[in-house]
């Protein structure tokens, strides 16, 4: 049985991932406008992932006996400056997202709650390929920088996400 402190703390992470998926789509659908297609590919397959990450949430809590309670999701920006500008807040935010975990386990650890601590380890290691990916991006396009030649061969490889 999970006590409340974690309930809702679990139940806030879901809001968040949920967040995070409508932030990714609202992305994935300024680089359809620019257009660049590669890049709004990866990050509607990116939106997809921050769902099943929600759903874990969603599903952990139910096994555990807890109540899921959905709230409101905040409205995402709709646009961005630039490509780097984008994914400069890809990463700020996973970067975010990576603290609310932390702080997530900080709780279960207080609590006692063992097998929280266990569903939590799964998105401690996820954090790090999200934050490395995510880097990764906003490194290339800054090494490209001005040469818009190649950044659509960096949006040509980015499409190539299943
Ligand atoms: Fe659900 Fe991108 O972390």
Redesign the pocket.
Known sequence: MLKKSVEDALNKQLNA?LY?SYLYLSMSAYFEEIPMKGFAKWLRIQAEE?KA?GMKFYDYIIEAQGTVKLTKIDAPKTSWKSPLDAFEEVYAH?QK?TGMINNLMDLAVKEKDYATQNMLQWFVK??VE?EANASEIVAKIKMIGERIGHLFCLDHELGKRE
Do not use: L
Request: no cysteine; net charge negative.
């Open positions: 991932e995070s921050e990450h996973e997202v996820e954090q999200e």
